[in-house]
């Protein structure tokens, strides 16, 4: 669960911080009793993309907590300096080795109880050769009635999975924005 109270020191000297409601400003925020720095706490965005190869999708198995074991779509956090675009290329190499020609921005969901906004593209495979890195058990393709639905990772996952076969069976891929609870 995201908290909203967890900047407990000064990044800038040390010294204890406060919430507080800043001068122009409409909400707390961690403020530095001694220095006076106000410290901003913004969602942190992670950036995927949905790899096909004809009517499949290609999953990984996550060897990293949280939800080991468990299969996702690859992605993870985006890091500064990159677009969205390039970090979701980036987590789809890390993650499950796989070359793809990357498309349009499918899905962005927000996760505002975690402090996360989750933004995947559609991603067109290159080929189906995969190296999954260190974070990834395996990487496969599923098709629809094959997809471990019981077994995905996060919720934000198996919506733009049940978005993505939606649109393939009508033929017309588009943006789906949704917060998730």
Known sequence: ??????????????????????????????????????????????????????????????????????????????????????GALRETIEEAGAQVEMQDLYTMLNVVRVGQVHFFYRARLLDTHFEPGPETLEARLFREDEVPWDEIAFRTVKETLRHWFDDRRTGRFGFHAADIG
């Open 1 to 86: 669960m995201f908290n909203p109270r967890s900047i407990k020191h000064c990044r800038a000297c040390g010294a204890p911080a406060q919430y507080r409601v800043p001068a122009d400003d409409n909400r707390e925020r961690a403020t530095c009793t001694v220095c006076g720095t106000i410290h901003y706490e913004n969602p942190l965005n992670v950036v995927g993309t949905v790899p096909a190869w004809g009517e499949q999708v290609l999953l990984c198995r996550r060897a990293i907590e949280p939800r080991y074991g468990l299969w996702t779509l690859p992605a993870g956090f985006m890091e500064l300096g990159e677009t969205v675009r390039d």
